[in-house]
């Protein structure tokens, strides 16, 4: 017999060994032939979203009964800004959802209160290419403007004096007077995935060498404010549709 014959010989031999000890009951069996399917483990959900990702996911899966509230609990950072939901929280393979407040890439694109500085020509092309998110384009054309023809009278008024003793006076009074509007108003929203905020920025110039930065009192006021709200109304929701479950502040 070939080898081919042997192997068919084989099968048909395990396949009556298998008929004859059918138990009672069962008519039919099936012999497949290939490799078989792998066996995997579990899968874990990790999900990160923004804030009310926990909320979302109770939300859409609490009327169908897909999680039990009891098994399961929020952990909630507000010094990073922060919400988890675990469930199943004795099951190594329980799903994970995270979400997190995230400075809106829109107040992030203006560097406000960051620090950094630009050149006002730099500053010029940013408010050019966002001027959507002015209260008034016509004043963002004309901050264009001005920046491009940016023009400073440096007033320097300079003290330095020595009277061989050890004593000695160093003084340097300037006065830098610009075209630059002191402030103008942006609307544009100030954590991502929430509504647009109203604020006041005003241009600030390095007197060193007048690069330009954009600061804003108020909106950092809001950030503050914000923060807590935004995080108190995702908590309100998540106990609306599961009224039992565990919160805890970290």
């Given at each position: 017999?070939?080898?081919?014959?042997v192997k068919k010989e084989v099968k048909?031999?395990?396949?009556?060994?298998?008929?004859?000890?059918?138990?009672?009951?069962?008519?039919?069996?099936?012999?497949?032939?290939?490799?078989?399917?792998?066996?995997?483990?579990?899968?874990?959900?990790?999900?990160?979203?923004?804030?009310?990702?926990?909320?979302?996911?109770?939300?859409?899966?609490?009327?169908?009964?897909?999680?039990?509230?009891?098994?399961?609990?929020?952990?909630?950072?507000?010094?990073?800004?922060?919400?988890?939901?675990?469930?199943?929280?004795?099951?190594?393979?329980?799903?994970?959802?995270?979400?997190?407040?995230?400075?809106?890439?829109?107040?992030?694109?203006?560097?406000?209160?960051?620090?950094?500085?630009?050149?006002?020509?730099?500053?010029?092309?940013?408010?050019?290419?966002?001027?959507?998110?002015?209260e008034n384009r016509q004043v963002a054309m004309k901050?264009?403007?001005?920046?491009?023809?940016?023009?400073?009278?440096?007033?320097?008024?300079?003290?330095?004096?020595?009277?061989?003793?050890?004593?000695?006076?160093?003084?340097?009074?300037?006065?830098?007077?610009?075209?630059?509007?002191?402030?103008?108003?942006?609307?544009?929203?100030?954590?991502?995935?929430?509504?647009?905020?109203?604020?006041?920025?005003?241009?600030?110039?390095?007197?060193?060498?007048?690069?330009?930065?954009?600061?804003?009192?108020?909106?950092?006021?809001?950030?503050?404010?914000?923060?807590?709200?935004?995080?108190?109304?995702?908590?309100?929701?998540?106990?609306?549709?599961?009224?039992?479950?565990?919160?805890?502040?970290?």
């Amino acid at each position: 017999m070939t080898p081919e014959e042997v192997k068919k010989e084989v099968k048909r031999e395990i396949a009556e060994a298998m008929v004859n000890n059918l138990p009672a009951g069962v008519g039919e069996i099936i012999i497949r032939e290939g490799k078989a399917v792998e066996i995997h483990e579990p899968v874990k959900v990790v999900i990160s979203g923004t804030l009310d990702a926990a909320a979302r996911w109770l939300e859409t899966r609490m009327p169908l009964e897909m999680v039990n509230e009891k098994i399961c609990h929020i952990l909630v950072d507000r010094e990073n800004l922060s919400i988890s939901l675990q469930c199943n929280e004795n099951n190594h393979y329980g799903s994970l959802i995270s979400g997190k407040l995230i400075v809106s890439p829109e107040y992030e694109k203006f560097g406000i209160n960051s620090g950094e500085y630009m050149t006002n020509f730099e500053m010029a092309e940013l408010i050019k290419m966002n001027r959507s998110y002015f209260e008034n384009r016509q004043v963002a054309m004309k901050l264009v403007t001005e920046l491009q023809n940016f023009k400073a009278k440096v007033d320097k008024e300079l003290e330095n004096s020595n009277n061989n003793r050890g004593d000695r006076r160093i003084l340097v009074n300037q006065v830098v007077q610009s075209n630059l509007p002191e402030a103008f108003t942006l609307i544009i929203p100030l954590f991502k995935g929430t509504s647009k905020q109203t604020i006041q920025v005003e241009v600030y110039i390095n007197p060193s060498d007048f690069s330009c930065t954009l600061v804003s009192p108020e909106a950092n006021d809001l950030l503050e404010e914000m923060r807590d709200k935004e995080i108190d109304l995702v908590l309100e929701r998540i106990q609306k549709v599961c009224p039992h479950i565990v919160i805890i502040e970290k």
